[in-house]
Structures are given as C-alpha cells and as structure tokens.
C-alpha cells in the first residue's frame, strides 16, 4: 500500500441498512478526516481524529460514526442509511505541522436508494 | 464557523492567465491551502500560504492578504490538463480544513 486507500469504490445501498466504509493510510500520519462532497457545496468534514483513541466531530456529522483503534485505519458508518447521504466520500490524512497538507484518497461512490 | 466564497466557473484560452479569487471569514485562521481535483478523482494540494504575500510554485503562484481575507490561485501558461476544479480551504487552529465549492476550470484550445 502506498499512501491512503478507500473501500469500497463505489457502493449501491438501500435505505435503512448500515454500511461502514474503509480508510487506510500507510504514512503514520497523526490526523485522519472524513468529508463528503456534494455538487455546488464542496467538502464538508463529516469527523475527524487528531490521533488513535480520538475522535471529533465535524460540521456535518449526524447520520455517522467513526472510530480510530489505531493510527493507520479510520473507519466511517452509516448506521441507517437514507438516500440524502448519497454522496462521494473523501478519506484525507495529515500530520499536525504548520505546512502539513492532507492527502486525499480516491473516494467512495455512495448511492442510497 | 468559517465562510469561504470563490467563482463558480472561468474559462480560458490555452497559453493564458487565470486568476482565481477566494474570500473567507473565519473564526480562527492557520493558513490557507489550495488544491486541484480532475473530475472523479481526488483532490490533491497545490499551494499553502500562512503569511501575507505570494508563493510561487512554477506556473502555479498564490496570494494572501490575511487583513483583507483574501487570497488568489494564478494559473499562468494555461496547459488543456489544467482543466480542473480549484479548491480553496482554509485551516483553523484545530487543523481542520473549511473548503469553498471549488472554481471549475476550462481550459479551451
């Protein structure tokens, strides 16, 4: 593994089930984030972990959870699933230095019908 | 919370010069990225600024003005590849990142 990976590629979901889709990333880096991006509204954090064992809460967090056992995978379910989570979701990781980025990984094409 | 407005669209002709404009209000400011995402891939970084004044990254260069909450993305030497969306997102003190929508680039021949 290179970098930071997503599972599945893409997805079809009925409504009410659950579904947990995978983040790994292999740089050790601290920080992990999960956003959604929707067309004409951008990335919007979902949640996010500064470090393993901690999680936070981002500006569209209702409708998921996350977890962060260790440092390289981070986890984000969706409970009961409802078709205004459609949406392709973004994994990013970064350390927490002043000129730190985070990396992006390839996202998840989520459809709940 | 943090408010981030860029244009929607800007077409160019290939060989040319963009510009990109991004204006935020936020609640805490710890530095501004840019990045460029290709339809159906993911966003990658381009730029970061956390002083005031231009960066320049070959024919990428960004700008910011933290007193005005301003910044700008220049494209110069326009290729077909820069055909793209540009994002522009600012940091707060917790490390998370703000986006704007994104500014789609066409770039024409």
């Known amino acids: 593994i290179a970098g930071i990976t997503q599972a599945p590629t893409s997805q079809i979901l009925a409504a009410g089930r659950r579904m947990t889709l995978r983040c790994t990333q292999d740089?050790?880096?601290?920080?992990m984030y999960w956003y959604r991006q929707d067309l004409g509204l951008g990335l919007r954090l979902i949640h996010y972990?500064?470090?393993?064992?901690?999680?936070g809460k981002g500006e569209v967090p209702d409708g998921y959870s996350v977890s962060r056992a260790n440092t390289d995978d981070f986890p984000l379910t969706l409970a009961s699933a409802v078709p205004s989570q459609t949406s392709v979701y973004f994994c990013?990781?970064?350390?927490?230095?002043?000129?730190?980025?985070?990396?992006f990984g390839p996202g998840t094409r989520l459809t709940v019908l | 919370g943090q408010n981030i407005d860029q244009p929607t669209e800007m077409t160019a002709t290939e060989g040319a010069i963009v510009q990109i404009n991004c204006t935020y209000q936020?609640?805490?400011?710890?530095?501004l990225f840019w990045y460029q995402q290709h339809a159906g891939e993911a966003p990658t970084f381009l730029s970061y600024?956390?002083?005031?004044g231009l960066e320049e990254k070959g024919r990428f260069s960004s700008f910011l003005s933290r007193s005005k909450g301003y910044s700008y993305l220049l494209l110069k030497e326009l290729q077909m590849k820069d055909s793209a969306s540009y994002l522009c997102?600012?940091?707060?003190?917790?490390?998370?990142?703000?986006f704007g929508a994104g500014t789609t680039v066409t770039v024409r021949a």
């Open positions: 990013a990781s970064s350390e927490l230095g002043a000129e730190d980025t985070q990396y």
């Open positions: 740089m050790r880096h601290n920080a």
């Open positions: 972990s500064n470090t393993a064992g901690t999680t």
């Open positions: 936020t609640s805490g400011f710890n530095g």
């Open positions: 600024n956390v002083l005031d």
């Open positions: 997102a600012v940091r707060d003190g917790d490390y998370k990142l703000s």
